[in-house]
Structures are given as C-alpha cells and as structure tokens.
C-alpha cells in the first residue's frame, strides 16, 4: 500500500489526502474537483497560507511586486521551474502589495524572495532573482 500524502488544494485549501503514488494521475480536490497540482504557480494569500504550508509536498513561495522589474524578469523562471518540480513541490506567487499584512508576518525585507516551507515551517530563504539552473540547484540543497 502506498503511502498518502496530504495536500491542499490551491483553489479552495481543501486538504486532499492522495496516495503518493497517484501524484501524477492529476488528483482532483474532492471539495471543488479542481486540480490539485499544477505545472504552474498559484496564488497564494493570507486566507490561504495557513492551509497552503501544512501540506506533506514542499511548498515555494515566490514574494513579488508588480512594480518590481527583478519580480517581473524572474516570474517566467518560477513558471518552468513549477512544471518541472510538478509532484515534488508546489509553487505558490505572494503578491507583496495585495498581502502586505501576510508578507510583515513573514518579515520580508527584500523582493523577490523565495521562501521554502515543509511541514509547516519556514526551512530555507532566498532573495534576489536567479537563472533556472541556479534556482534548481538551490532547491536540490534542500532535498527537493
């Protein structure tokens, strides 16, 4: 028997308990019946950081601004790097100026940062964007 692994949904955080070898069946929510993984980031915001950090799979979230031209430069690397960690993490966009309070609790003092949770927990922080090859290797020093 497979080991089961919870994961929130990005749409309606939902937790979503799916066996581990099923992750790349293209699980659906059983709340909302969308997608619980995606070859794409999602948004994540203070309604949904709670539910979103408790899940089994890493979750990486990238703190941006729409007037910042780094945050800008770096979305479409984030973009690739979600379709090719799909399964083993999950890649979440925290809009800074829409989630001003999430993003104080959070203690960013720099855009864009990359902060990286597992089972709840803040592990690892980066700032300042990076080339694809860069960002993978940092998430290998992780264990991802």
């Avoid at 990005?10 to 993984?37: E, F, Q, T, W, Y």
């Avoid at 089994?56 to 979305?75: H, I």
């Amino acid at each position: 028997m497979s080991e089961s692994l919870v994961i929130p949904c990005p749409h309606c955080n939902g937790l979503n308990r799916i066996p581990a070898d099923r992750l790349g069946d293209s699980p659906r929510c059983g709340k909302c019946k969308d997608a619980v993984l995606q070859a794409k980031p999602f948004d994540l915001s203070q309604a949904g950081f709670a539910s979103q950090i408790k899940g089994d799979l890493p979750l990486l979230v990238d703190v941006w601004a729409s007037w910042c031209g780094p945050c800008q430069a770096f979305a479409p690397i984030f973009q690739q790097a979600a379709g090719q960690l799909m399964g083993r993490a999950r890649l979440a966009k925290l809009d800074s100026e829409a989630n001003q309070q999430l993003s104080a609790q959070l203690n960013i003092r720099s855009i864009p940062s990359l902060l990286l949770f597992k089972n709840g927990k803040e592990v690892a922080r980066q700032s300042g964007a990076m080339p694809l090859p860069q960002l993978m290797a940092w998430l290998k020093t992780q264990g991802i």
